[in-house]
């Protein structure tokens, strides 16, 4: 399934780019598409621990699954008063 990704803020910046697009397997996960995008961008890789994810601009939990044509957007963690 082809799926279409978006990154925010200091995401974003990481990876050098806002949209990107994956092939993944029919039973992927949250999980499994920050970890393809991380071997992607390796830069991401220390964001994983503290990141919030959305698909189709609802907000998601990394179990959850993702469907051929889904958008999932991960968001770093918002600081600041």
Same mark, same amino acid.
């Given at each position: 399934?082809?799926?279409?990704?978006?990154?925010?803020?200091?995401? %974003?910046?990481?990876?050098?780019? #806002?949209?990107? #697009?994956? #092939?993944?397997?029919?039973?992927?996960?949250?999980?499994?598409?920050?970890?393809?995008?991380?071997? %992607?961008?390796?830069?991401?890789?220390?964001?994983?621990?503290?990141?919030?994810?959305?698909?189709?601009?609802?907000?998601?939990?990394?179990?959850?699954?993702?469907?051929?044509?889904? #958008?999932?957007?991960?968001?770093?963690?918002?600081?600041?008063?």
């Amino acid at each position: 399934m082809r799926i279409t990704i978006r990154l925010f803020a200091r995401l %974003r910046e990481a990876a050098g780019r #806002e949209i990107d #697009e994956f #092939e993944l397997s029919p039973d992927a996960r949250v999980s499994d598409v920050w970890t393809a995008l991380a071997a %992607r961008y390796p830069a991401l890789a220390p964001f994983g621990g503290s990141i919030s994810a959305a698909i189709n601009a609802d907000f998601a939990r990394m179990t959850s699954l993702v469907d051929d044509g889904d #958008e999932v957007a991960f968001l770093p963690p918002v600081s600041g008063g």
